[in-house]
T-cell receptor, first 111, second 116 residues
């Protein structure tokens, strides 16, 4: 079945770039999403990319998609303490609207 | 735009009791989704409505679970005869057909259920 995998933790120094990686198995995925979840808060959509694109940039965020390897990454430039959160990768299948989610990567910022 | 709201935010119940959660989507969003999230995991899809029609149900949704969206606006999720394994965060999301092809889903804050 479909599967989305992420590393559980990433630790970076404040001001450095963070790169959060995700792999997925469904080659028919149409859209891939990144969501952010802060403690006690709901899931916040950060960005998404269509499967026929290989890069999307939005201010400090850069999404890279390698469709051949089924690998998605989210780069956060100039990481700040406010970026501390859990980041979820999700894919949407071509045939329906449900999202398949990774387990999330907890981003830890070191001063 | 007030966002997706869910009520209650927290629910503590005893095993065997029935519980009902409510979700109010973003106004004019015609799609509504329910997910369940347990600690350390990503959300798991439960069910999806387009307007008032329930178009998809996960096999996770046992016969103790039922969801409705009677007028195509708010939705309720009922769990009958709750079990300790039902303890989780129940998330609601909505999206709008035609806004973008990405059909981006916007999430509410969730209802945290604890079954004692």
């Amino acid at each position: 079945g479909e599967d989305v995998e992420q590393s559980l933790f990433l630790s970076v120094r404040e001001g450095d770039s963070s790169v959060i990686n995700c792999t997925y198995t469904d080659s028919s995925s149409t859209y891939l999403y990144w969501y952010k979840q802060e403690p006690g808060a709901g899931l916040q959509l950060l960005t998404y990319i269509f499967s026929n694109m290989d890069m999307k940039q939005d201010q400090r965020l850069t999404v890279l998609l390698n469709k051949k390897d089924k690998h998605l990454s989210l780069r956060i430039a100039d990481t700040q303490t406010g970026d501390s959160a859990i980041y979820f990768c999700a894919e949407r299948e071509r045939s329906n609207y449900q999202l398949i989610w990774g387990a999330g990567t907890k981003l830890i910022i070191k001063p | 735009d007030t966002g997706v709201s869910q009520d209650p935010r927290h629910k503590i119940t005893k095993r065997g009791q029935n519980v009902t959660f409510r979700c109010d989507p973003i106004s004019e969003h015609n799609r509504l989704y329910w997910y369940r999230q347990t600690l350390g995991q990503g959300p798991e899809f439960l069910t999806y409505f387009q307007n008032e029609a329930q178009l998809e149900k996960s096999r996770l949704l046992s016969d103790r679970f039922s969801a409705e969206r009677p007028k195509g606006s708010f939705s309720t999720l009922e769990i009958q005869r709750t079990e300790q394994g039902d303890s989780a965060m129940y998330l609601c999301a909505s999206s709008s057909r035609g806004t973008t092809a990405a059909d981006t889903q916007y999430f509410g804050p969730g209802t945290r259920l604890t079954v004692l």
